[in-house]
């Protein structure tokens, strides 16, 4: 059974940088893993993700640049470092595993199998 945990987030103002952790308990570290984030009203949407040793990551055009993913397989961790942090960025940031991808990263909350209880990030203008 897989379970994951999501922590780091907080309030912080436009431009600031906040960096979030995912801790994994189960056989992880063969499969992909990803953030997502909803906001209010909104529909959950893909942030980004990393293929199962790290080799390869995807991000969504809004987030491109000011955000990097990362996974530590010796410690079943998987983080995102937020940075250029804007109010749009505002959302329930979850962690999210699929069992469906060693190798591609998909983007369709549909295909991931597992999810984080989520952690709020609030960006004040």
């Known amino acids: 059974q897989v379970q994951l945990v999501e922590s780091g987030g907080g309030l912080v103002q436009a431009g600031e940088s906040l960096s979030l952790s995912c801790a994994a308990s189960g056989h992880v570290n063969i499969y992909t893993m990803a953030w997502f984030r909803q906001a209010p009203g909104k529909e959950r949407e893909f942030v980004a993700g990393t293929i199962w040793n790290g080799g390869r990551t995807n991000y969504a055009d809004t987030v491109k640049g000011r955000f990097t993913i990362s996974r530590d397989n010796t410690k079943n961790m998987v983080y995102l470092q937020m940075n250029s942090l804007k109010p749009e960025d505002t959302a329930v940031y979850y962690c999210?595993?699929?069992?469906?991808?060693?190798?591609?990263?998909?983007?369709?909350?549909?295909?991931?199998?597992?999810w984080g209880q989520g952690t709020q990030v609030t960006v004040s203008s």
């Open positions: 999210a595993l699929s069992w469906q991808a060693r190798i591609t990263i998909p983007i369709q909350p549909n295909t991931y199998d597992y």
